[in-house]
């Protein structure tokens, strides 16, 4: 009865003019008062009931003071004007999560004491629970820590492992002095990429430092596709750049007459297969000649015209013949016989420089190299090419070269092909012009090289192109 009158006692004294005590305190045990608050409440059967209102009920409001508090009807959340009187900004501050069950484990994991926090960004974000279980936790970002400036995720181009699937690699290059306790990538048709996004999906790819890695199936052929990688820590979700890539669209398939099928790709108004050439005959059935042995790979002088065609493959590898195709030296290339299937011929230096100009690859080799590194397990490069896309789905790869002397270099730093065409300029070297693209020591393309010295009785790869 006593602590009902005093609400009234506070409205007498205040009529009357006599000042107020400036610490209240209602409920339960009126004497004991917290020093540090100006107004509390204090009950072991009751609670607090604030202002309850529809959305269109509080969009009513007069100039909402900052800070003013009310309970949301509409959305059934506390809510808290964070903007201005004049232009309000009312987010919620406390949200319902059901179906969420805490091991004890999981409790002393997330425990606020212990220095975890749970970080819920503006559209969303997905806890990750050591008992592998999940929830989605809408709302706006509440931070107990700051996250180190040093925290870094890079997000690496992805690397085509089939026809519908990608392999995307990650690396967690500092975790900002926390542990990192979940990694992966996020991808979707979307740039605008966050975990627990409606618009993308979340691969979980372990936890800790260093590179990681999760392939990507049942995607669609010639959809743009967005990905980045993440980490969480206690402080905060880190996220990489955002890379785009797709799954070429295959124009279909071309067999040679060994019955080698081969992908091809369309780009502009040219076919071209997606693959190194392995055919060990021509289109006659004669067969070419495979040299092995150095010492029987060079013949005669450079300007000798009765070089027989041959072929090889890297290091004598069957291995480097399935993943890179045949070596063949230019009296191979040149052969009326044709060393491409039916209706496709080796290219022209005039075919390389027309695919250079399309609208697909605007001079940008990138857009035509294979990605991917050896030492990650995702593709042939010894160091990457930075930036490479692989848009086009030409794969080219670096297949390495077999010099005049029958010494094998260059596989994982170079890809070089064969044109048909002679120089008027080199015919006094006796040489081929041929497309090269190297690589430099840091993994950026050095450039395009179309014509230039090539010996005959070198080895280099053959990429056919449709006749049209």
Sequence with gaps: MKNQALPLLFVLLHFFGIPLMAQVKMGENPKELNASALLELESSNKGFLPTRLSTSQRDAIPLPAKGLLIYNTSTNQMEVNFGTPEVPDWRATIYSVTGLAISPEDTARWNINAGWTVRVSEIG???YLPNGNTVLLPGVSQLNYPQESSAIVETRPVFR?????VLASGNVINAGGSPVQVRGFIWGTEASLTVGATNATTVVAGSGTGLFQSQIGGLSVAIPYYIRAFFINAQDTVYGTVVAFSIPEFSGTVT??????YETVTIGPQEWMASNLKTTRFNNGDTIALVSASAQWPQGEPWASNLAPKYCYYQNSLINQSLFGNLYNFYAVSDER???????????TGDWSYLLQSDSVKNNPLK???TGSVQE???YWL?????ATNATGMTIQPAGIRLLDGVFDGKGREADFWCTDLS???IRFSTATGLGILMNGSGTVQGIAIGGARDRRSGYSIRCVKDY
């Design 256 to 261: 040679d007459v060994d019955g080698n099928i």
């Design 383 to 387: 160091v990457p090419p930075i930036g």
């Design 125 to 127: 974000d997905t806890v």
């Design 338 to 348: 044709n060393v491409c299937p039916v209706g496709w011929h080796v290219p022209t």
């Design 424 to 426: 008027p300029y080199d």
């Design 161 to 165: 492992v089939g026809t519908t699937s």
């Design 368 to 370: 035509m190299i294979a």
């Design 377 to 379: 397990g995702t593709g």
